[in-house]
């Protein structure tokens, strides 16, 4: 009887790693399919042939509505032409990560912790993405590279959170993972790791039984999702966060600032309220990378500082998620104040 209830586990795991890994697989990757499924007509000012391809999950394509060229989900992935021109100042390395990496792909960049580009892979390409042009293919944890990662680490042992990064972390398998974390927490220095990932919100399948038993068994596991907007966050979602929230993860969220996507007060409130809905708290509300090719989402200046004076006076503060930009070379992310100190 136990045998045979281990044996169906098994293959009950075992089918959902094919499914989320073959759901990413099956990703949409063609602009006029894209277009096609939404019921819209050629996009005249699309780029079928971006270095940074298209790719978005079909469940999350059922999240855009039909027939709305300005979909705020849409917009996050669609290639446009427009992000072959050269703006002075959008650059490839916009936040300074080169410069911060001891190792191919740990960037030790603020004190107490250090990041793991841990893959290059994404399950959704974002157009807005300040690591659109980093270089993966050298700088990652993956196999040459990892050993000297963790030496390094260990030889500062002031470091005690590690932060999984990408790409997206989640895209590598729960077993490759489990050989990460284990490598990790063996070091007594770690007291918590935390995973900087989008892939539960867009291939909510991705959180398998395997994926929550590891976070469960960690004693501190932090987890900062990616939601821009509310249309992202429907009931599988909700799902996926119940279940990371049952295992013991704490759950936070990062949105990027983007023009025409959710630079206005209802989306942002809206937003915030969905999250804390879902069980997870907004953390940081990021002003665009000047990263080349993004620079027609920025946000201008005066319109930010509005934006952020209407969320503190319309929500509690524990809603109302740090505004901040990175500068290269400063010793934290840097906050966006409406303070009447100079
Ligand atoms: C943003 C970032 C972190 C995390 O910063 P927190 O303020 O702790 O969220 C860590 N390392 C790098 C390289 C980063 O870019
Ligand atoms: S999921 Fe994150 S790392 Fe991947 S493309 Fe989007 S913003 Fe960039």
Redesign the pocket.
Known sequence: MIMITNIQQRIKSKTQLVSWQSIMADAVTRVDELLSILQLPPEPRANQNSGFSLRVPRGFVSRMQLNEPNDPLLLQVLPLERENQNTAGYVFDP?G?LK?MPEPGL????QG???LVTTGACAIHCRYCFRRHFPYSEANTGKGNWEQSLAYIKKNPGITEI?LSGGDPLALSDQRLATIIKSLTALSQIQRIRLHTRLPVVIPERVTPTLLQLLSNLPQAVM?VHINHPNELDESVYTAMHELRKAGVTLFNQAVLLRGINDNENTLIELSEKLFRNGILP??LHLLDPVQGAQHFAVDPSRVQILQTHLMEHLPGYLVPKLVR?IAGEA??TPITNSIYP
Do not use: C
């Open positions: 936040v990560d911060v960037l030790h960049k603020y912790r250090a990041l932060i900062v953390y940081y990175e934290s992310k």
